[in-house]
């Protein structure tokens, strides 16, 4: 198991190899580096204490694919934070965009072919959507409004909410629908980054976007506010074992 906690760190070097190789692509601003470093270091420590929590033997072909996706990220991130304050060659911020959007679809079918689907990779997975969208969301809002970093947020004030509402924590059950939803808004964020349609245009499909997310979301909420009930009775019978659990350690 300790092996498979360590693999990670293999993609985690990786990364931050892969940002330094990109310094003689293009000059990037040391906040940017520093940016797609700590998004590297940060996805890579949180999967490797997930791998650990769920006594986890080996990583899988379709986590491995996640993982790469998640480099990608890095690098985008690091673009992104480095447009702020320099040009950054466009075609390299689209370019590793399209590749993490369409491995989004290769790391789901190596889990549904070799029989690997867990909650760790289910989440790992809509990580790395979440902070894609996020990262490009931020880069389009400068041009079409900021408005649009909404579309980029949404994961995030759901994650919040349930801090506040712990009912929102619950188990929510697979829908393809929201793997449709998350390919959407990454797409048209995409489109609206590489300038190829006029802003009215990129404007309109990131408003098509958000409201596709937002009904997603609100279809998720209902149906935990509907589930609440039962939520809070699983939440009360798990505290006895967990305390027994910590008394035994």
């Known amino acids: 198991m300790a092996k498979v906690q360590l693999l990670p760190w293999l993609w985690g070097a990786i990364g931050v190899a892969a940002l330094i190789a990109m310094l003689v692509l293009t000059p990037l601003s040391l906040a940017g580096l520093l940016a797609g470093v700590a998004y590297v270091l ?3 420590l949180l999967l490797s204490v997930g791998i650990a929590r769920r006594g986890m033997t080996r990583l899988g072909a379709a986590n491995a694919a996640t993982a790469t996706r998640s480099l990608l990220v890095g690098l985008v991130t690091s673009l992104v934070v480095t447009s702020f304050t320099q040009p950054v060659p466009l075609p390299l911020l689209i370019g590793l965009a399209v590749v993490a959007l369409l491995l989004d679809g290769v790391d789901g079918w190596l889990a549904r072919r070799f029989g690997a689907e867990s909650p760790l990779g289910a989440r790992f997975d809509m990580e790395v959507d979440a902070y894609l969208m996020l990262a490009l969301s931020v880069f389009d809002a400068r041009g079409l409004g900021w408005w649009i970093v ?3 947020l949404m994961r995030y004030a759901f994650v919040a909410a349930g801090w506040v509402l712990p009912w929102l924590r619950g188990q929510l059950p697979p829908r ?3 793997k449709i939803v ?3 808004a990454g797409i048209a964020l995409t489109l609206a980054a590489t300038g190829w349609v006029s802003p009215p245009i990129g ?3 990131l408003g098509v976007a958000l409201l596709l997310l937002i009904e997603s979301f609100g279809r998720d909420v209902i149906w935990l ?3 609440r009930r039962s939520y809070r009775a699983s939440h009360l019978q798990r505290l006895p074992a967990e305390r027994l ?4 350690d």
């Open 42 to 44: 940060a996805s890579t």
């Open 150 to 152: 909404a579309i980029g």
């Open 176 to 178: 393809y629908w929201r």
């Open 182 to 184: 998350t390919a959407v």
């Open 203 to 205: 404007q309109i499909a």
């Open 225 to 227: 506010f509907r589930r």
């Open 245 to 248: 659990e910590r008394n035994l």
